[in-house]
C-alpha cells in the first residue's frame, strides 16, 4: 500500500467506491469520472504503477478484466467495449496505481478507436451510478 495513492485508499476502504467485483487480489469499480454509462476500473490490490512493476498479480488483473468486459458490456447494453491501459504518464496514466479501463462503446459513438478517444464524457447523477452498478453486479 501506498499512503499517497488514491486507489490504495479504495482498496482500504478509506474512499467510497461502486464496487462490482471483488476478490483477495482484485477490486473492480465505476469510475468516478466516466468515459461512457459503466466505464469500469479493474485494479490489483496490491500497490504497483505499471504493468511490469506487478509480475505476478498483473496476469489476474487482465483475466478478471477479460471475465467483466462482457458483463459491463451488457449491463448498459453496449455494442462494444474499449479495454486499455495508460501504462505511466508518458502514455496518459493518471492515477500511479495499475488500472484496467473497461469503457463501454456504441456503434457511431464517434470516439474512434482508442487512439483518438476524445468525446463529451455524460453527467451521471447517483442513481444512474446505483443503476449501472447493480446492472454490472446482476450481469456476472
Ligand atoms: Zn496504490
Redesign the pocket.
Known amino acids: 500500500?501506498?499512503e499517497d495513492?488514491i486507489?490504495?485508499s479504495i482498496v482500504a476502504g478509506d474512499i467510497p467506491n461502486r464496487t462490482v467485483y471483488e476478490d483477495d487480489e482484485v477490486l473492480a469499480f465505476l469510475d468516478v469520472n466516466p468515459l461512457a454509462e459503466g466505464h469500469t476500473l479493474v485494479i490489483p490490490k496490491e500497490?504497483g504503477e505499471q504493468v511490469a512493476d506487478l509480475p505476478e498479480v498483473a496476469p489476474t488483473v487482465f483475466q478478471r478484466a477479460a471475465e467483466l468486459t462482457p458483463a459491463v458490456r451488457d449491463a448498459v447494453d453496449a455494442d462494444g467495449t474499449t479495454v486499455a491501459v495508460n501504462d505511466g504518464p508518458a502514455a496518459g496514466q493518471e492515477v500511479p496505481?495499475l488500472h484496467v479501463h473497461i469503457v463501454p462503446r456504441e456503434e457511431g459513438d464517434g470516439a474512434g478507436m482508442l487512439h483518438a478517444l476524445d468525446w463529451a464524457r455524460p453527467e451521471l447523477d447517483d442513481d444512474t451510478f446505483d443503476d449501472v452498478q447493480q446492472a454490472i453486479r446482476d450481469a456476472q
Open positions: 500500500m501506498s495513492c486507489f490504495c500497490h496505481h
